[in-house]
């Protein structure tokens, strides 16, 4: 397993795509991801990326997340070859899975949530890696 990106939550994507820019990160792609309520951009870092959320609604989760938190770390995403078996390894040890089945996320890959209430505050999504 290793770390596929870190999501922060930002308002706009703009803003946030010109810190990167000015410390020299520059997004490969950037997305609307519909079914999550996000537009996303990814920027790589080494072998893994940060993915920038804006909300794309005033009622989506990122939206939530901003009102309650402001903008920042959201989540830490782990690439794994089977998001089943990394689900039903979390439910086996004992952590909350928000997903029961996986859902489509960005990069049209499969994703899963382990609620932060079992994880020591810090939001887990599993992608699974694209098929090679």
Not at 20 to 37: D, F, H, K, L, N
Not at 51 to 74: M, S, T, V
Not at 85 to 97: C, E, I, K, N
């Amino acid at each position: 397993m290793e770390i596929d990106h870190i999501g922060i939550a930002v308002r706009k994507l703009e803003p946030a795509l010109a810190v990167y820019g000015a410390i020299g990160i520059r997004a490969t792609m950037t997305e609307a991801v519909p079914s999550e309520g996000v537009r996303v951009a990814f920027l790589p870092v080494g072998e893994s990326h940060i993915e920038l959320l804006e909300p794309l609604a005033a009622d989506g989760p990122i939206a939530k997340f901003l009102e309650n938190r402001g903008e920042g770390l959201h989540h830490i995403a782990l690439a794994v070859d089977d998001i089943q078996a990394a689900m039903t390894r979390a439910r086996s040890g004992g952590l909350a899975v928000i997903d029961e089945v996986p859902r489509q996320g960005a990069r049209g890959r499969k994703v899963a949530f382990v609620h932060p209430k079992s994880t020591g505050g810090v939001l887990l999504e599993f992608v699974q890696n694209a098929p090679r």
